[in-house]
């Protein structure tokens, strides 16, 4: 009848018509639940996002509350509204100096300059 979708989109229903969306519930009286799943959490593990008057608008809570919590490895109901995860070397920089915290990058040099450098922090401990 209904095939969970991995990449996270909206699943249709063959019977019904009715497109479905992660973390949405259709409530008796037609409006739509959007709630999430925090392992976080301890007791209560779903976090309540509100009830919404369609089933878009409750999922993109979803998206948003997904995205805030997971970042980009969200598994989303509308993925192109969401920037892609950074690639390449630098991102990794940036992405930690997003987070407060400050990143060096070290280059090379040669021997006699590491042990000059660490010979002069001898002496200003020492003094």
Known sequence: MEKENPKGK??????????????????????????????????APRLWLGTFDTAEAAARAYDKAAYSMRGHLAILNFPEEYPLPPTGSSSSSSSCAEKGREVFEFEYLDDQLLEDLLGCEDKKTKS
């Not at 229903?13 to 976080?40: C, H, M, N, Q």
């Open 10 to 43: 909206a699943t249709q229903e063959k019977e019904l018509g009715e497109v479905r969306y992660r973390g949405v519930r259709r409530r008796p009286w037609g409006k739509f639940a959007a709630e999430i799943r925090d392992s976080t959490r301890t007791g």
